[in-house]
């Protein structure tokens, strides 16, 4: 397998974070200096990973084992097919959500044994990793009126479907990944923050790495 010279960069977060904002920010902004980006989502990217995206968030209520088959078969398909491509053209690949969130949602929200998961993940992901991401962290109880004010009937069921108590174990597994991987995970504080100001330390970030890794080779 070619080494990719494309470069890898996911966006995470519990849900109402506003990582598909900043996604598209980053993405206009890098392509106005001049680089070819490709903007992708997870689950989803693929026509097949878009259906399974359908039935897991619209459709299906599968037990959480079913859950991380199926976002995984949907991540097998997204890599095969458009990220790892990319990645080979030289893009840079901004994805919203990878492997981080099956960790951090059906690790600590659905409490499925982390070596399990970390052992799908590789396999559908065909061992790929970000070189860089960006945790957007808000409080769970600001994500909720968030979601309330942006969507009051539908935002109400999906947050509490889910409940207040899950999306805090999802943050807390999201802090220990950063925690765990510090060379890769960037933490952005969002809370009172304006758009423009969580897109400028994105920017900047994201710029230094790409010349860091542009020094080294
Ligand atoms: P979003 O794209 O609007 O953030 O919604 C995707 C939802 O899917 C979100 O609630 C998180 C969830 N999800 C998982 O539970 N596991 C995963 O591996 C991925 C990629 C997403």
């Known amino acids: 397998m070619p080494k990719e010279r494309g470069y890898f960069i996911t966006l995470e977060g519990i849900d109402g974070t506003g990582k598909t904002t900043q996604a598209k920010l980053l993405v206009d902004n890098l392509r106005k200096l001049g680089f070819q980006v490709l903007l992708t ?23 959480s084992l079913a859950e ?15 990220i790892r ?14 492997s981080d969130s099956t960790l951090a ?6 409490r499925l044994d982390p070596g399990l998961i970390q052992e799908v993940n590789r396999i559908a ?29 539908a935002g109400r069921d999906r947050m509490e479907a889910k409940g ?6 999802v943050q807390e597994g999201y802090l220990e990944l ?15 923050k304006p758009v423009e100001e969580i897109q400028k330390l994105l920017l900047t970030e994201c710029l230094r790495k790409l010349k860091k890794r542009g020094d080294e080779g």
């Open 125 to 153: 992901a065909d061992g790929l990793v970000p070189d860089c991401t960006f945790l957007l962290v808000l409080e769970p109880q600001e994500v909720w009126e968030r979601i309330r004010r942006r969507d009051p009937v």
């Open 68 to 82: 991380l088959l199926l976002y995984n078969a949907a991540r097998a398909q997204h890599v095969a097919e458009v």
């Open 41 to 63: 989502r997870e689950p989803g990217g693929t026509a097949l990973s878009e259906r399974i995206r359908t039935m897991l968030l619209q459709e299906e209520k599968p037990v």
């Open 178 to 192: 950063a925690r765990a991987f510090p060379e890769r995970i960037v933490t952005i504080r969002c809370g009172g």
């Open 164 to 169: 207040l108590a899950f999306l805090e174990r």
């Open 105 to 110: 949602y059906q690790g600590y929200g659905s």
């Open 85 to 98: 491509p990319a990645l080979q053209e030289g893009k840079i690949v901004v994805c919203e959500r990878f």
